[in-house]
């Protein structure tokens, strides 16, 4: 009688027995004989996971093999180093170009100069190189140019635990067609830096827009919100400690309420959750000083307006117009409007 065998499996039950084993596992699976090695290498490359600044290892694996490139619908680099851009991996999307997913992590995000880090890298180029492959999946290129059509997540986190802000300097992040969940953290994000053509409006299927721990302006946020189709949520978590930088300061936030509600209902027959918090940096962290509330009463009355919403997090008086900014009529939202039972619950639409 022959021995059990993973090799003598049908190839169905190996792929959920390799889908549900960790990377390193997977590693060594693929080393065990050639036939393994030849089921278990899609999924290995499949989602690549990148720490500790060994992007160039991966960056040469896709060089030297180019069957590989095709596998890849995952990538995310997280890097603790602050020594380490976590854009070195940027030169190597062009190949990949099933991308599906993209999370940048971490590192550090050094936007203004080409000064050497010590590894023979420069951070400014590196990032440029970053903003011109967003530009290249976007409406800016013709779609037989664009060198990907597959990319549905793209997250950008710069995690450095300062209050050094970084200006993102390109709007293509907010118009790749077929992008349905972005979220951007740590970065300045002024009216300066989002522009939405006319002739991209309502033109991208994103689904969810999440900001967090950035200084958002009203006028770049109303911007962004020009190029969903059906946006379903928007999240922001605004900071205050992001308006300034050495070389530009952004304006700040003066708008209504009313302003607020024209751009979201650009979205009203889709949009299901919203979050408006802040946060600020205290004693060297970074903390939620007004935790939002879910489904306040004081916002009831708008949501009434949009058919699918469920779940509005923050959205009072307070947190309005902190981010609206100290002008806006936010304060006139009256608290107690709807029941308890309504605000936490489900509502009738005006």
């Not at 067609?177 to 994103?206: A, C, N, Y």
């Amino acid at each position: 009688m022959a021995k059990p065998s993973l090799s003598n499996l049908p190839n169905e039950l190996l792929h959920l027995v390799i889908e549900n084993i960790d990377v390193p596992s997977r590693s060594a699976l693929a080393r065990t004989c050639r036939s393994l090695h030849a089921v278990t290498t899609p999924h290995l490359y499949s989602c690549a996971h990148i720490q500790k600044g060994k992007s160039n290892e991966f960056m040469r694996t896709i060089s030297d093999k180019n069957e590989y490139s095709n596998l890849v619908h995952e990538v995310k680099v997280a890097c603790e180093d602050f020594e380490i851009s976590p854009c070195r991996i940027v030169p190597c999307l062009d190949k990949l170009q099933n991308l599906q997913s993209l999370a940048i992590i971490g590192g550090y995000w050094m936007w203004d100069t080409d000064k050497d880090n010590g590894t023979g890298e420069k951070w400014s180029t590196l990032e440029r190189l970053l903003y011109d492959y967003l530009k290249k999946t976007s409406l800016e290129e013709p779609i037989g140019s664009r060198v990907s059509q597959n990319l549905r997540s793209l997250t950008m986190d710069r995690q450095e635990g300062n209050l050094d802000s970084a200006a993102l300097h390109s709007s293509h992040a907010f118009i790749i067609p077929q992008l349905h969940t972005l979220k951007l953290r740590g970065f300045q994000i002024d009216s300066d830096d989002i522009e939405v053509k006319s002739e991209f409006e309502r033109m991208t299927e994103l689904k969810s827009l999440q900001i967090e721990r950035s200084f958002v302006s009203f006028k770049a946020l109303a911007t962004a919100l020009r190029a969903p189709s059906a946006l379903q949520y928007l999240g922001i978590v605004h900071t205050e400690e992001y308006k300034h930088h050495e070389l530009h300061s952004a304006d700040s936030n003066n708008a209504t309420m009313k302003e607020f509600m024209d751009i979201l209902l650009l979205h009203r027959q889709s949009l299901e959750g919203i979050k408006i918090d802040f946060e600020e940096m205290t004693f060297g962290e970074w903390t939620s000083c007004h935790p939002p509330e879910i489904n306040t009463a004081s916002f009831l009355p708008y949501a009434k307006e949009f058919p699918k919403l469920k779940r509005w997090e923050g959205c009072d008086s307070y947190s309005m117009s902190v981010f609206l900014g100290g002008d806006s009529d936010a304060s006139d939202l009256e608290a107690g409007t709807g029941t308890e039972e309504d605000s936490e619950g489900e509502f009738e639409v005006a």
